[in-house]
Every structure is written in C-alpha cells, then in structure tokens.
C-alpha cells in the first residue's frame, strides 16, 4: 500500500514538473515573439527614417546640380584626364574581421549598456538587445 501511495505521488510530482515545463516553454517562446516583434518595428521605423532623409537628400540634390549648357560631350577629352590606377597587390594583407554579433557581445561582456553599444556600433538598440538576448537564451539552453 505504501508503494503504491508514493508511485502515485511520484507521478503527480512528474506531472507537475512537465506541466511547469510547458509553461515555461510558452513564456519563452511569447517572450521571443514579443522581442522579435519589436525589433521588427524599430527596422520599419528606421527604413522610414532613412529612406525619408534619403528622400530629402535626393531632392535636395537634384535642386543644387548645375545645369551643363554645352550639349557636345567628348569622350576622347574626358578619358585623358582620368587618373591612372596604379594599385600594387603586393601591398595587400590579409584582415580579419569581427562580426557584428561577436562585437556586440564583447562589448555587452566589457559591461557596456544596450544604448552605448547601438550607438558605437551604429545600430539600432533593439538589434542589440536581439542579439545579447538570443545569445543569453542559448547559452542558458545548453
């Protein structure tokens, strides 16, 4: 009898603990989706803004470019005056770069704040803190 007692007991503790589990699944995952959402709107807000700006830039442009009166183009002419591209590829090394994650993640390791980064960085915070959160979410996942 009291095997059966605690086998029951047992089953409602594992029970328990699957059920906390889902739970926790489900906050991870609304959680992500609140994250992902946001980030995707902060990116609408700035293609708006840049491509408002780049809208402005262009008028602004097209307002300032002289007018060339003389409608004859020699080409012949022009080409003399282009300079010669002399490159040496012996000159050339090899770089590496750091990719924007791994920069990102330095930083957020070095203690600095999602604000300070974005701006170092020239990017939008809520890609910074997309990065640092996927980031903590896989490391506390494995």
């Given amino acids: 009898m009291l095997s059966f007692l605690l086998h029951i007991v047992l089953l409602l503790a594992v029970y328990y603990l ?3 589990l889902q739970l926790t699944k489900q906050h991870q995952e609304k959680q992500l989706e ?3 959402a946001d980030f995707l709107d ?3 807000r700035e293609n708006e803004r840049l491509q408002s700006q780049l809208e402005k830039n262009t008028s602004d442009y097209t307002q ?3 007018v060339q009166t003389d409608p004859v183009y020699n080409v012949e002419e022009n080409e003399k005056n282009w300079p010669v591209n002399n490159v040496d590829d012996s000159d ?3 770089q590496v770069e750091t990719s924007l994650e791994s920069q990102i993640l330095q930083l957020n390791h070095q203690g600095f704040s999602i604000e300070e980064i974005a701006k170092q960085l020239n990017r939008g915070k809520t890609e910074v803190e ?3 959160k996927l980031h903590h979410s896989r490391v506390v996942n494995t």
Avoid: G, S
Wanted: net charge positive; charged share 30%; proline share 6%.
């Fill in 42 to 44: 902060e990116l609408k």
């Fill in 130 to 132: 997309l990065i640092v």
């Fill in 92 to 94: 050339k090394k090899d």
């Fill in 64 to 66: 300032n470019v002289p």
């Fill in 18 to 20: 699957y059920q906390q």
């Fill in 34 to 36: 609140t994250v992902l």
